[in-house]
């Protein structure tokens, strides 16, 4: 006979055989919260595939994009990524573990293949021109939390969409950046924006708890 939690684990297996409807950004906004738990269902590539394509048109500061990601399912990594994770559950229960940061060595390296591909020969050099002088005198600290704010605004997404797919998520800082660089094979002078946990959770996690608006904002 099945416990009560295998019969609450079963069903929520099975109601994942049918894809979910995709919610709205609206509803997507109000349901999303961390769970920490997660069912033994796979993620497709195709699935995956879909939720970067959709987080990568979140905007960026001269659309320079300088997020990137590590896809993660083997569970050796993930068990590696746990050690380096302080041991958190869901980094090896989860079905996969993106981690993300921001690489601003890359984009700075690459412009000519970054800048927008529409514009014209003479714009394209100017525009590359002025990017190399507004950040090349940057020290590397300010470049690197300058390009982690604008992968922050991806991460936001990220979770947003995850949810409007029918997905759990549970995002995480608390993890040492340096082990999960070296794990992973991430740039050393690459900044560490979260590691997020991704699948179907297996219970409901805590209720979604949020500040009232005349807490959080002034008007004038």
Same mark, same amino acid.
């Given at each position: 006979?099945?416990?009560? %939690?295998?019969?609450?684990?079963?069903?929520?297996?099975?109601?994942?055989?049918? #894809?979910? =409807?995709?919610?709205?950004?609206?509803?997507?906004?109000?349901? $999303?919260?961390?769970?920490?738990?997660?069912?033994?269902? !796979? &993620?497709?590539?195709? =699935? &995956?595939?879909?939720?970067?394509?959709?987080?990568?048109?979140?905007?960026?500061?001269?659309?320079? *994009?300088?997020?990137?990601? +590590? +896809?993660?399912?083997? *569970? %050796? +990594?993930?068990?590696?990524?746990?050690?380096?994770?302080?041991? *958190?559950?869901?980094?090896?229960?989860? !079905?996969?573990? &993106?981690?993300?940061?921001?690489?601003? /060595? /890359?984009?700075?390296?690459?412009?000519?293949?970054?800048?927008? !591909?529409?514009?014209?020969?003479?714009?394209?050099?100017?525009?590359?021109?002025?990017? %190399?002088?507004?950040? @090349?005198?940057?020290? #590397?600290?300010?470049?690197?939390?300058?390009?982690?704010?604008?992968?922050?605004?991806?991460? @936001?997404?990220?979770?947003?969409?995850?949810?409007? =797919?029918?997905?759990?998520?549970?995002?995480?800082?608390?993890?040492? #950046?340096?082990? +999960?660089?070296?794990?992973?094979?991430?740039?050393?002078?690459?900044?560490?924006?979260?590691?997020?946990?991704?699948?179907?959770?297996?219970?409901?996690?805590?209720?979604?708890?949020?500040?009232?608006? %005349?807490?959080?904002?002034?008007? $004038?």
């Amino acid at each position: 006979m099945l416990t009560s %939690e295998a019969t609450t684990s079963a069903l929520r297996t099975a109601a994942y055989a049918t #894809p979910p =409807e995709r919610l709205s950004a609206a509803d997507a906004a109000m349901a $999303r919260h961390s769970v920490r738990s997660y069912l033994d269902v !796979p &993620i497709t590539d195709d =699935e &995956i595939h879909t939720l970067l394509e959709l987080t990568g048109r979140a905007p960026s500061a001269f659309n320079l *994009q300088p997020w990137r990601f +590590v +896809v993660v399912r083997d *569970q %050796e +990594v993930k068990n590696a990524l746990k050690d380096a994770a302080y041991g *958190q559950k869901q980094v090896g229960e989860a !079905p996969v573990v &993106i981690a993300m940061y921001s690489d601003m /060595d /890359d984009t700075m390296a690459n412009l000519g293949d970054i800048v927008h !591909p529409d514009l014209t020969p003479d714009k394209r050099a100017s525009t590359i021109a002025m990017l %190399e002088k507004n950040f @090349g005198g940057m020290t #590397p600290e300010a470049l690197a939390a300058w390009g982690n704010g604008q992968a922050n605004i991806a991460l @936001g997404y990220l979770l947003l969409i995850a949810t409007s =797919e029918g997905f759990d998520t549970s995002p995480m800082l608390g993890f040492q #950046p340096d082990q +999960v660089k070296a794990i992973l094979d991430i740039p050393a002078s690459a900044t560490m924006t979260a590691m997020v946990a991704l699948g179907r959770g297996a219970d409901d996690g805590f209720r979604s708890h949020r500040h009232a608006i %005349e807490r959080t904002t002034s008007f $004038r």
